[in-house]
């Protein structure tokens, strides 16, 4: 099992430019969640899923959007992207239900964007 | 408003002596603590957790203690080996608000072989 994977690795934008992030999960994991991590901050929830064709926001959802038309995947959207989007994003994904010993969330390798 | 903090950016200890992370929350609403590693260029993985019932849970060399009232929490590594060098995080939860983590800001621990 491949776990959970993101696409791409490494990305530079210039202000204003578009991108989509892919994160893909192959536990058949019902929840999944994009998180980004900033130095001395750690990580901060963006947006979030808790089913296919469902989404919500989290704490710092501005300038961001996500779909989830597949169980699999979860995409997040920058659509005018701004220097303080510079960040590493984090994918995740769990089984239903509160974050515990049992239930963790497992999280992707990260993707580190820098906007110019 | 950071509701989970982790004040120490960085540990450095000694191979074989004890490790002490430590973590201060502000929302006494939150009732599951998780304690997360995280090595460059990879992911925060699970390390251990406690649940706001208990004030101490032990995996092995990683204890968790919880201090409610004081709000605050410690990871301790005994003994601390060179592998265990790697970032901390700290992350909190409550589950009548969607079982959101809200992460600390970390801790580096580097342990000197």
């Known amino acids: 099992n491949a776990g959970v994977t993101q696409t791409p690795k490494f990305r530079v934008l210039k202000t204003g430019q578009s991108m989509t992030l892919l994160c893909a999960q192959d536990?058949?994991?019902?929840?999944m969640y994009w998180y980004r991590q900033d130095p001395g901050m750690g990580l901060r929830l963006i947006h979030y899923?808790?089913?296919?064709?469902?989404?919500a926001k989290g704490e710092v959802p501005d300038g961001y959007n996500v779909s989830r038309l597949k169980k699999q995947n979860f995409l997040l959207g920058l659509e005018s992207a701004a220097p303080s989007q510079t960040s590493v994003y984090f994918c995740a994904s769990s089984f239903p239900g509160p974050p515990s010993s049992y239930n963790e969330q497992f999280f992707g390798p990260g993707t580190r964007l820098t906007v110019l | 408003d950071q509701q989970v903090k982790q004040n120490s950016p960085s540990l450095s200890v000694q191979e074989g002596r004890i490790s002490i992370l430590n973590c201060d929350y502000t929302n006494s609403m939150f009732d599951y603590f998780l304690w997360y590693k995280k090595y460059p260029a990879e992911g925060p993985t699970f390390l251990i957790s406690i649940s706001s019932i208990k004030d101490k849970n032990e995996d092995g060399r990683f204890t968790v203690f919880l201090n409610k009232s004081a709000k605050h929490l410690s990871l301790h590594i005994v003994p601390s080996q060179p592998g265990d060098s790697a970032v901390y995080f700290c992350?909190?939860?409550?589950?009548?608000?969607?079982?959101?983590?809200?992460f600390g800001g970390g801790t580096r621990l580097m342990v000197k072989p």
């Open positions: 536990m058949n994991h019902e929840y």
């Open positions: 899923s808790v089913g296919e064709g469902t989404t």
């Open positions: 992350a909190a939860s409550r589950r009548d608000a969607g079982n959101m983590l809200t």
